[in-house]
């Protein structure tokens, strides 16, 4: 199963980028890499996914390497309300169809 | 308002009794999931659901028993087997293995 390791934790200042980084060296060929992110003591919600190219929404851009063994996800200008748990998830086919297995994630804190 | 809900949102019991977690969701959605998180952890899979009647279990399905009788409908049951049952409980659904993650607002069990 594709794996993959992000950072425990990052800060961010108010009104700057937040660049959160995942490592997922043995994605396969037909895996996208999702992200989500919890707030506390609720239910993650969905932020962006891709497969090979990079996408942005309104709410963040995700940024894949060329050999897809590691993505960016961007908060391009962060604000407190963006202090969450941050997940990137590689979807993993298993029976009856696809698993999603969430990691521990990062957790960023947006300062002031 | 189409969602997925969860009820109750703090849940009590006594060591040695079954309860059952409740899942719902209107978005017609056919793949339905199960996660539990412990403090401080990242998500960890229960069972999940592709199709009604069908079920697959997840990473630490034991303990647990599900059912899916009804496409909208999805209860988990802790058992007295589950040695360690108190932890915050989340329910998914998803369209189909293409599409992201929705997540109910969660469960928080406290056996006592």
């Known amino acids: 199963d594709a794996k993959t390791t992000q950072p425990p934790s990052m800060d961010c200042a108010e009104g700057r980028a937040a660049n959160l980084p995942c490592n997922h060296s043995t994605i396969s060929g037909n895996e996208y890499v999702y992200w989500y992110r919890q707030i506390h003591s609720q239910g993650p919600q969905y932020i962006i996914h891709?497969?090979?190219n990079n996408e942005t929404n309104e709410m963040a851009s995700l940024i894949i390497t060329e050999d897809r063994k590691s993505s960016t996800l961007i908060l391009p200008h962060a604000t407190l309300r963006d202090t969450a748990v941050y997940y990137c998830i590689v979807r993993v086919a298993g029976t009856g169809g696809f698993k999603t297995i969430f990691g521990a994630g990062t957790r960023l804190f947006v300062k002031a | 308002d189409g969602g997925i809900t969860q009820s109750p949102k703090y849940l009590f019991r006594k060591e040695g009794q079954n309860v059952t977690l409740s899942c719902e969701q209107n978005?017609?959605?056919?793949?339905m999931y199960w996660y539990r998180q412990d403090p401080g952890q990242g998500l960890r899979l229960i069972y999940y659901s592709q199709i009604v009647n069908d079920f697959q279990k997840g990473d630490i399905a034991e303990g647990y028993s599900v059912s899916r009788e009804k496409k909208e409908s999805f209860p988990l049951t802790v058992t007295s087997a589950q040695k360690n049952p108190t932890a915050f409980y989340l329910c998914?659904?998803?369209?189909?293995?293409?599409?992201?993650?929705?997540f109910g607002p969660g469960t928080r069990l406290t056996v006592l």
């Open positions: 891709g497969l090979k």
């Open positions: 998914a659904s998803r369209l189909n293995s293409d599409n992201e993650q929705f």
């Open positions: 978005l017609n959605h056919d793949a």
